[in-house]
């Protein structure tokens, strides 16, 4: 909270800002998803959410970096820092992701997570991570990307935690491709793992308070090579894992990016 104390002024115009922008995205959502009913798609979701963080990515000033080329299908799997990746890895390309499910009960983006696909278990139950499995297999076969956090929870950023597999299950059983990427942040009035990643026991509004108080962040974005896998699955995070770890230590090394 301490950049919210030196910049109070400019936190609180973009909370308004960021409020406000709620009855934007609503008004969206009626026009693009609940105007054709029945009709409506995963894929309309998924780009209204892509349109949705593509707003703010702006508002947050957010100065997003991606190297490679994002995913248009399949399954993407990513490092996880914080709900800031949701808005950057979603504002980069249409998807839909896997949440856990105490997300659904956040206020306001657990709401909007709702509206824009978003698929959420309860990891702890075995039974309800075999009935996410059939709904995930709908969303890879409806064409839009399906990305997932395959790490279980956020981190400080430090290193890439260890994959976990159960989820993996459903995409080494389709002719689909797996793209690993990693997302990495900077601030040059900071410290990432303490202002933006969201993790260990920190609160949503007072991280919040201090995001919006920031001048500038800096977001990358780096997507592996997309490859079909079949097998195993504990093999494929182990695999999965070296990859989107390799690709974390090739964006630290302050590589060309492409501005998006």
Known sequence: MKSFYKHPFRSLFRGASFLFSLLLLVRDFRR?????????????????????????????????????????????????????DIIVLCAVAPCVFISKDNVKRWPIFGYFAGLGGTLFVKREKKTDVGRLAEEMQVVLQSGTPLALFAEGTSSGGETVLPFKSALLEPITNLDLPVTPAAVEYSLHDGNVSEEVCYWADMTLVPHLLNIWSKERIGAKVIFGEPRVHHGDRKQLAKELHAEVLALQQKVRGKEPACVS
């Open 32 to 84: 693009s998803v609940i105007a054709k009913g029945d009709a409506a798609t995963i894929k309309d979701r998924a780009l209204w959410m892509h349109r949705s963080c593509s707003r703010y990515v702006k508002l947050l000033h957010i100065d997003l970096e991606v190297i490679g080329e994002p995913p248009k299908g399949g399954l993407m799997v990513s490092n996880h820092l914080g709900y800031v």
